[in-house]
Every structure is written in structure tokens, then in C-alpha cells.
């Protein structure tokens, strides 16, 4: 199938009326996994703030004032503690998030130390530390790293929009490089940008294109960070977030579909149809990066309300 083509398939998903898009999202979604089990994952920002990169919604970006400091690499320590404390809480992957562009070959020794530290402690673990040059995903891969997370974050033919430092090419390179390195690939990307629904179904195409697709599939509802270019900007309505977790759904049916930014504004009847639309797993713990997330004893609580057991 052509690109264009499975943009216009996606697209048909996406304008299909809701409940009949619903209902196909929950038959694939049982087809492939257990429904009443929900995967957690928590975030750790391992560097914080000062990124040389554009990202117009990101509030880590050197080049806005967001009130968020550039602060050094955390130290080990710091690291293993949040890691206990998420396996303590029930995580069962550990991400650790970095402000770089990509990672320095000064700065890899030290990452490598936390991960072999975190899947000492029995969680799987995930990185995100921007792009990545030849050999870099095999020193992660040697170190313990299970997943490597890198957002295709938009279409195509959006991202210049929204990314000028980087192009989508080098999106995709990374992402081959972790593939060739033997990681398991967690891309996704972020919605209510002020995009249309013809961008959205792009996104979905793009990623349900990676051959093989995504293991997991993080959809982030823009958090809205004042001093961001994106700041202001429309939000995007409840429903229509739903129908693109419907869409990721059918069109990866394997895939891990992750509900992630944005929930902590998300009222609970709107993440109760995330999940039957087929999200099965959350961003878990009381922070993302530098933004609040859901707390932890609501989601217990909502997780309890919707009788969803956890992984
Ligand atoms: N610097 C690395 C990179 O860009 O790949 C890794 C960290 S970056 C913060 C990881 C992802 O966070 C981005 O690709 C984007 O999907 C997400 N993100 C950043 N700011 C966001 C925001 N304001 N709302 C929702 N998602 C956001
Ligand atoms: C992903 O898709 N979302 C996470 C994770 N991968 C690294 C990051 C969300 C960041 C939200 C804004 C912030 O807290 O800075
Ligand atoms: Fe930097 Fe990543 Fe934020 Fe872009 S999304 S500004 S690369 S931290």
C-alpha cells in the first residue's frame, strides 16, 4: 500500500462514527490482549531543561521561557531511589527521560550505569534521550536497556512546523538504529497541536507503517506549558483524542497503546474510553518530565472503579 493510501485508510477509521469506531477498537484490542489488565510505567527526568533543540510544545527547549532550569545529569543514587520507589508502587517499567538533542559520548558511561542499576532491580527499563548516533543503541542494549522511546511526535509533513533543529529523517534513523540494536521500540507521538485530522491519520499511518511496528505506543495530549509556542493554542476536543487511541489501536493491533501526557486534566469518564478504545497502559507516579501527571492515589482509585488489574 502506498503512503497516501494508508493515510486515507487511517483517515477512514478516524471518520467513522464513533461508536462503531469504538466498538472495532475493543474487537481488535480483546483479539490481542487481556482488557482488564493495564501496563504501568513510570518517568524519571534524568536532565532536566537547557535543550539546544526547538521543539515548539516542549517546555525543556533553551530557547523559552518556561521556567524550567537546566540543571546537570542526576547523580546514580538519585536514580535507583525513584526506581525503588516506582517498583514500590507497582510500575513495572522505568523510563528515563533526558533534555538532549542526543546524548554526548561524555554523558553515555554514566547513563549506562543507571540502567544496568534499574534492570538490576528486576524493571524493565526505557530510555529517551533523543537521537542517536551508530554504535550508541548497542552500548544501551549491552547495559540492559529493554525499550528505547523516540516519538515520531506528528506527520511528515507537519513536523517542520513544529521541529527546526531536526527532521523527521533523523527520527527515522534513530529508530532503525535501535531496531538494528536489538531494543524494543516505543514511538509515538503528541496530539492537539493544532492539528487537523488528516495530520492526525498521517501520524498513525507513519508509525503503524514501522516495519515491525511499535512494541508500545505512547499518544501524549499536548500539556500546555506557558512560554511554549504552543501555548494557547485550541484544545483539542475529548472525543476526537479518543477516536486517535481508537485508531492506534486497530491499525497496531499488538502494539502496547499508552495513554500519556495529559491526563492529569483528563476528566475519569475520558480515560475510561481511552481504555476502551484500547489504551493498556499509563504514565504512572506523580510527575512526566518537568509537568504533574495524574496522582498516584487517584489512579489507584480509578483503576479500582474500573476494576483494571495492573502490570
Ligand atoms: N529530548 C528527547 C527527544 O526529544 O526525543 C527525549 C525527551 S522529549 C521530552 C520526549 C517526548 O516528550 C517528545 O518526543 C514529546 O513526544 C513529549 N513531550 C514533550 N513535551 C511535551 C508536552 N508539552 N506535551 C506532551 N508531550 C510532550
Ligand atoms: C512520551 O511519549 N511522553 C513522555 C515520555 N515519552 C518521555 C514525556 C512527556 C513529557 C510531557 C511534558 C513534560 O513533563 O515535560
Ligand atoms: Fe529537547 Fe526533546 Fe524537548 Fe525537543 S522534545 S526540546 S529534543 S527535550
Known amino acids: ?11 477512514a477509521i478516524l471518520d467513522l462514527p464513533f461508536d ?17 489488565v493495564m501496563q504501568l510505567s513510570t518517568l524519571l527526568s534524568i536532565k532536566t531543561g537547557g535543550c539546544p533543540e526547538d521543539c515548539r510544545y516542549c517546555p525543556q527547549s533553551s530557547r523559552y521561557q518556561t521556567g524550567v532550569e537546566d540543571e546537570p545529569l542526576v547523580p546514580l ?8 520507589q516506582a517498583q514500590a508502587n507497582g510500575a513495572s517499567r522505568f523510563c528515563m527521560g533526558a533534555a538532549w538533542r542526543g546524548p554526548q ?3 553515555l558511561p554514566r547513563v549506562l550505569d543507571m540502567i544496568a542499576a534499574v534492570h538490576n532491580l528486576g524493571l524493565e527499563t526505557c530510555c529517551s534521550l533523543g537521537l542517536l548516533q551508530d554504535g550508541q543503541a548497542q552500548q544501551l542494549r549491552a547495559a540492559g536497556l529493554d525499550y528505547y522511546n ?4 506528528t506527520a511528515a509533513e507537519r513536523y517542520g512546523e513544529i521541529v527546526a ?14 531496531r538494528r540494536a536489538g531494543l524494543r521500540v516505543c514511538c509515538g507521538g503528541i496530539v492537539g497541536m493544532g492539528e487537523n485530522r488528516r495530520v492526525r491519520a498521517g501520524l498513525i499511518a507513519q508509525l503503524a507503517s514501522l516495519d515491525p511496528q511499535p512494541d508500545s505506543v505512547p499518544i501524549n495530549y499536548l500539556v500546555q506549558v506557558p512560554g511554549t509556542p504552543l501555548s494557547g493554542t485550541e484544545p483539542l476536543d475529548w472525543l476526537e483524542f479518543v477516536r486517535t487511541i481508537a485508531a492506534a489501536r486497530i491499525t497496531m493491533p499488538k502494539s502496547m497503546v499508552r495513554l500519556s501526557a495529559g491526563r492529569q486534566r483528563m476528566p475519569d469518564e475520558v480515560q475510561a474510553l481511552c481504555f476502551l ?15 504533574g501527571n495524574a496522582d498516584v492515589e487517584h489512579d489507584k482509585a480509578l483503576l479500582a472503579r474500573l476494576g483494571l488489574r495492573t502490570a
Do not use: W
Not at 3 to 9: L, P
Open 1 to 11: 500500500m502506498s503512503a497516501t493510501a494508508c493515510v486515507d485508510a487511517v483517515a
Open 20 to 36: 462503531e469506531l469504538l466498538f472495532r477498537a475493543q474487537t481488535v484490542h480483546r483479539e490481542h490482549h487481556d482488557p482488564t
Open 77 to 84: 543514587e538519585t536514580v535507583v531511589a525513584a526506581a525503588r
Open 105 to 107: 559520548p561524555q554523558d
Open 150 to 153: 523516540h516519538n515520531l511526535d
Open 165 to 178: 533543529t531536526h527532521d523527521y529523517q533523523d527520527r527515522l534513523d534513530t529508530l532503525a538504529r535501535v
Open 277 to 291: 478504545a484500547g489504551a493498556n497502559s499509563i504514565f504512572y507516579g506523580e510527575k512526566l518530565l518537568t509537568t
